[in-house]
């Protein structure tokens, strides 16, 4: 069974940065992308970022480019989020997936259970 445990949410003033980690077991990767996805309230589920497990391959989503970096460390099968230069509008609950796709919801099998960012004005 994979379990995908986010952490690192939490309250920040506009321009502050947080980290967010997904840390994934139960399974191997290989060939997947990891990724995350974030709703807003009112609003659809929107993909933010992904990365190849094993390649050093990202994508990065149009509204966060230069902001936020994705990486990952294979060694402790733990995905990061590096979230720079925050927003209000970045407030969300943010998730962590994994699947064989990288940007469509529909692509992800796995999903963490979610966690609150909200930036200030």
């Known amino acids: 069974q994979v379990a995908l445990v986010e952490s690192g949410g939490g309250l920040v003033q506009a321009g502050g940065s947080l980290r967010l980690s997904c840390a994934a077991s139960?399974?191997?990767?290989?060939?997947?992308?990891m990724g995350w996805f974030r709703q807003a309230p009112g609003k659809e589920r929107e993909f933010v970022a992904a990365?190849?497990?094993?390649?050093?391959?990202?994508y990065v989503a149009d509204s966060v480019k230069g902001r936020f970096t994705i990486s990952r460390d294979n060694a402790k099968n733990t995905m990061y989020l590096q979230m720079n230069s925050l927003k209000p509008e970045d407030t969300a609950v943010y998730y962590c997936?994994?699947?064989?796709?990288?940007?469509?919801?529909?692509?992800?099998?796995?999903w963490g259970q979610g966690t609150q960012v909200t930036v200030s004005s």
């Open positions: 997936a994994a699947g064989p796709g990288v940007r469509f919801e529909a692509e992800y099998a796995f």
């Open positions: 139960g399974r191997t990767f290989s060939g997947y992308a």
């Open positions: 990365i190849r497990w094993y390649e050093d391959i990202t």
